[in-house]
């Protein structure tokens, strides 16, 4: 009886505790003035943090660690911090107080320093103010894309193959969504350092919110297709496609895969065959999706200003910029300097700077460009990159220098292609006209494309060159995809917490449910 007992007692202390190490602390950041979302903020326990999102919304794991006393702290600038135990935490809301400036003695007595006198100590501070040597940083990574086709207009001129008609094509058209979005999120630890080819990652978990559905309008209009090239196109041929003055070939070969017929499901042999490229198709999946998301990740990275190669150059180019001191202020116990900065002549961005007033290190960065930063019109093609703002946010770590916490990048692309396409099908082996069949269109489309990226650094912490070596990326995780947002995927992980437009996101099957 007593080993029963004490059986029931170990049980129950396991899924006590099990509780306690899934609970996720979930709360709202609020002016306690206005009562509108502070983004941003800075909440901290036990040394790890995370930020608020735009809505000023974040969630904390509480892992076996965390007890009830433990303190939580929450600040921003411009705003009086707070700090309390868990176990006080008890509404839906936190309500932060807009702080009055009150100035240091020590730095009201200290000299008063100009922008440009502030710039100059932080440039003097940047190698000593920020790590950069190797580190393993366990992140979550969120990727929000949006597309939108203002224009899909075309002139059908031709076609010799009668499938291959007008209606056909603007069936193709309808199947494209006007306006589409895609969500995807990972969970990885990062290791290297600030040099672009010294970059490992590791996928714990990941997912994709979009609406796959309209993968299954491609899908039958794919099959369509094939059987219009089936039916028409020779095997043997090539493709001219010409566009105004340029050409490209095409060789018939690249079209196998569609005359391919079944597998006989008694032929051993090529029912193997199959299965090992399925598995060989299965691992590229895996090792393009992690190398694409790894090269995101590490495109951000190697926008931090005081990278070397960084185009953000407001200061290793400052003499390209007008500084202005705006205010000065508080980051929790920190005083900070707030300056502003425009562009001199042909510079690329505006924005704001947060500086610590103590050791100059930029502890916040807001910034936007102020014209398009890459534009082309020629022989009817137009790209103009109209949009490239961001934020950065930085913290302190044990050995006094600062590492990343937070990063934000958001740019947009317009895209514009009016002019005449031409497929024409040639076979040499044919007697008599070269030429086989043609497709002759004039198109006339725009799109607008929007791409969000946000990074949030949980943990840093130093490893050796042995360690970093060692390590060997696996590939193995493929995201989960949801047809709506479900909260429930990252319940027992730190994330950044999800917008409106993601937690109300749902697909067209969902909804035909």
């Known amino acids: 009886m007593d080993k029963i007992i004490l059986w029931l007692i170990a049980a129950l202390l396991t899924v006590v505790c099990s509780t306690v190490q899934s609970q996720t602390l979930t709360s709202r950041v609020l002016d306690s003035v206005t009562q509108e979302p502070i983004p941003y903020a800075t909440v901290q326990l036990n040394k790890k943090g995370v930020i608020t999102n735009e809505e000023g919304r974040f969630s904390f794991l509480l892992d076996g660690t965390v007890s009830e006393t433990d303190s939580l702290f929450i600040s921003c600038i411009g705003y009086a911090s707070i700090g309390k135990p868990l176990k006080e935490f008890s509404e839906n809301a936190v309500y932060l107080s807009p702080k009055a400036i009150e100035l240091n003695p020590v730095i009201v007595s200290n000299k008063n320093y100009s922008a440009d006198e502030i710039i100059d100590l932080i440039e003097e501070n940047l190698d000593k103010n920020y790590n950069t040597d190797l580190s393993q940083k366990r992140m979550f990574f969120r990727d929000s894309y949006f597309q939108n086709f203002n224009k899909t207009d075309y002139t059908f001129v031709k076609s010799t193959i009668k499938e291959l008609n007008k209606k056909f094509l603007d069936s193709v058209l309808n199947t494209v969504p006007k ?30 919110l979009y609406d796959k559905s309209k993968e299954l309008d491609y899908e ?42 079944d597998i006989d ?7 193997e065959k199959e299965l090992e490229e399925k598995k060989k198709r299965e691992i590229d999946r895996k090792t393009n999706f992690a190398k694409y998301r790894k ?62 007033s103590d050791d100059f290190a930029i502890v916040r960065l807001d910034y936007e460009n102020v014209k398009s930063l890459k534009k082309f019109n020629l022989l009817g093609i137009s790209m103009n990159q109209y949009l490239n703002k961001g934020k950065m946010i930085f913290a302190k770590s044990t050995n006094d220098k600062y590492d990343l916490r937070f990063l934000e990048q958001e740019e947009g692309t317009n895209v514009g292609i009016r002019r005449p396409l031409k497929i024409i099908e040639k076979n040499k082996h044919v007697k008599g006209r070269n030429k086989q069949n043609e497709l002759f269109v004039k198109l006339d489309m725009g799109t607008i494309g929007t791409n969000k990226r946000e990074l949030i650094v949980f943990d840093s912490k130093p490893i050796s060159k042995s360690a970093y070596e060692a ?4 590939n193995d995780i493929l995201p989960t995809y949801m047809p709506n947002y479900n909260p429930e995927f990252w319940q027992g992980y730190s994330i950044i ?4 437009a993601i937690r109300e996101f749902t697909s067209e099957e969902e909804i035909a449910k």
């Not at 290791?191 to 010294?198: A, K, L, M, R, S």
Request: net charge negative.
């Open 265 to 271: 499901s008694t032929d051993q042999v090529a029912l």
């Open 295 to 356: 090269n995101s990740i590490v495109d951000m990275m190697n926008d931090l200003f005081y990278l070397d190669d960084s185009p953000l150059n407001f200061i290793s180019k400052s003499r390209k910029y007008d500084y202005t001191l705006k205010e000065f202020t508080y980051m929790g116990k920190d005083a900070v300097y707030i300056l502003g900065f425009t562009p001199k002549g042909s510079a690329d961005y505006q924005g704001t700077l947060y500086v610590n």
């Open 220 to 261: 039958k209009l794919e099959e369509k297709f094939n059987e219009i090239i089936k039916s028409n196109i020779k095997r043997d041929s090539y493709f001219k496609i010409k566009s105004g003055l340029f050409g490209t070939k095409i060789k018939g070969e690249d079209f196998d895969e569609i005359f391919e017929s």
């Open 471 to 474: 390590f060997k990326e696996k």
């Open 497 to 500: 917490e999800p917008n409106k």
């Open 179 to 208: 306006k589409s979005s895609y969500y995807t999120e990972i969970l990885c630890d990062l290791y290297g350092n600030t040099e672009e080819d010294n970059q490992k990652m590791d996928i714990i978990k990941a997912s994709e």
